[in-house]
């Protein structure tokens, strides 16, 4: 049993880390140092001496970031809609091109030929029991200047639906999650042979489509609610900045939890030439017709919904009573597009490593967007441009980073992640090799650092994000996260703030450029961002435009220029470090944390199960409230069999143990010089660390998806699963599938814990295992 261990072993790495990172909101002399002990000083991975001369590089870095320049690019990439395949596109990809070769950078524009769907016909029609033909169009909007520009403008659409043309009764389907059909089919309703109408919300929207489709729908209307998404939120568009009742979020409903990328090329980069599959092959587009609305589109179609009124908790924010149908409102959906290939043009910018040519640090941002994409994906993008400009600024000096450093901008992250999975695809076996570290932001906004990633770069980021400050508040942004997290976190991440002086990171689940990198070839990972204060509603809408991110986004650009400073000192960290600043403590508290709520689920299970067979034994379960309802009692559910879990407690007990003794080991680095050969070695070691997470059979039912540790839902899309084969397998009550999922993620742990080792022997050839040295009583 390991549920007793984590604290004793927490005491001890908090020992150690508090004595390599230096106090929180220590004041600062004029050189920037912080007024404690020099040893308080040591960069994770830096001796003392190259610490000193990392906080200057960093320093020069830092002071040549201008918010005059992200405010300038954000003006001339959002111009125009830039989604993959479009001319506004390509002249970004020349402009982005030319801006990185300009300051210093190899540049190349790597393409790629893949799927992109867009609409030639939608149409949406209540005909009973009255008619009305929904607008499906987002307006011009007083004050937002290009909310009139329609040239090569995308519709509302959601990518990878399949052409349809359905009529079907209506029937409302709260967010469309799995629960939700079962609280439907408590009611009696069906949804076999209708069109299901879901709000956005709850779940990734992919997932909407998909479990419709299962319970037999022949179509599916999303829409945004207001509750969620519009005027019971604030004030909306341009009075502020949530969604008008004219706004829809376009979006891909792709099944990207069985694989992203382009559809027709899973494993394989899709380059000219390459074996597609056919159309009908592909098994991530979805099985009914899908399209986006708008809530001035739903309130008409939800009105006219009757059958039972919907439980309280599936009540929007329209000003109508929520029913559930089916009918009387019946509606005919169309949709139909153009399914060509398209090029994705990609932007790599090499700076090639002096010492370590072969190990490179990579650092992305999607530059395609639905339509103008001031926020999304702009606003990331420009603070990474702004970033590389000052990167290679340095080299203009005669400095050149000891690691490679790669910049990344990918094209047609929207539709599915595809320029990222493709040329992760392409060149796998070479990124396998030598990328250590992967870098990404996406949007960026107002307020908090928000970070997940792999939990063995969780001491590093904390590191990083202590020297950088919060514009508003000058003090160092994670200290303004973790008060944040104190003030509006669950109960539990309010305590674990309190209880600790680090941040803890969340773990990363799909939704951006990060998982082909971490989920297909276990690349530790890091995603970084703003958030918090900015406020919403344009989120893949043609109302996310420069004039909205003026205005509310991040007006002056204050927190672009912060997110800069944090990935640039970040990725310049990374580049330099004389032993990668991978640290296991923080990860293996995390899989402890994981293991634990495998056994909370199990147990939580089986008195669920118990429980509604009690009640279906006595009689008494729940009744409607309305004695004319149909209420339409749950099945019966079998008996949760005891899983053995502790092949999984054996694990985390032996990587405890490797971390605990690797984490002095690192920080002896500090003050004790490493031979090149010694050094090289372990860099090897850590950075193929993450690897070991993966098995290339990949997870149950979806091979692709390799880490064994963290991988997007099956049923929830962007959230993350930890554990997944097992948390999944015992979520869907498979119990054979969990019996058998738990070694095998029991061996990556074991083997992720061979490679600490394996690290840690070799620092300890050259320096005096700090374990082994035990002072007299
Ligand atoms: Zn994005």
Known sequence: MTTN??????????????????????????????????????????????????????????????????????????????HVGSSQGGRNVEFMARQFAYWGFETEIEEFEVLFPTPILRTLKLLEPVSFTAELSEGPIRGDSTSTVTQERLPPFNAYSIDGDVTGELVYVNYGVPADYEILARRGVEVEGKIVIARYGGSWRGIKPKVAAQHGAIGCILYSDPRDDGYWQGDTYPVGPYRPAQGAQSGSVADMPLFPGDPLTPFVGAKPGVERLARQEASTLTKIPVLPISYADARPLMEQLGGPVAPAAWRGGLPLTYHLGPGPAKVHLTVAFDWRLVTAKNVIARLRGAQRPDEWIVRGNHHDAWTFGAKDPVSGLVAMLEEARAVGNLTKTGWRPRRTIVYAAWDAEEPGLLGSTEWVEEHATELGAKVAVYVNSDSNGRGFLAVGGSHSLEAFINQVARDVEDPQKQIPVIERARAARILHGSAAEREAARQRLDLAIGALGSGSDYSPFLQHLGIASLNLGFRGESGGGIYHSVYDSFDHYQRFG?????????????????????????????????????????????RTLLDTTREDYAELNRKLDEGVFEAASDPTETFVAPRRKGSVPELDLAPLDTAVERLSASAERYLPLLGEVATRPLSAATRNRVNRQVAASERALTRQEGLPGRPWYRHHIYAPGFYTGYGVKTIPGVREAIEQGDWSLAAAQIPLAAAVLQRYADRIDRAADLLASEIPDPAAVKSPD
């Not at 991978?582 to 995390?590: D, K, L």
């Open 5 to 82: 261990s984590p604290a004793r072993w927490a005491q001890a790495t908090l020992v150690v880390l508090l004595a390599l990172l230096p106090a929180a909101g220590a004041p600062a002399d004029q050189d920037g140092h912080h007024d404690h002990a020099p040893d308080a000083e040591h960069l994770l991975g830096f001796s003392a001496e190259n610490s000193l001369r990392q906080r200057q590089l960093e320093a020069r870095f830092a002071a040549q970031l201008e918010a005059g320049n992200l405010s300038r690019w954000m003006g001339r990439l959002s111009a125009r809609p830039h």
């Open 554 to 598: 991040d007006p002056g650009f204050a927190y672009g220029v912060t997110l800069a400073q944090t990935a640039g000192r970040a990725v310049l960290r990374l580049a330099q470090a004389e032993v990668l600043p991978f640290e296991f403590t923080a990860f293996a508290r995390s899989v402890s944390t994981y293991v634990d709520e495998l």
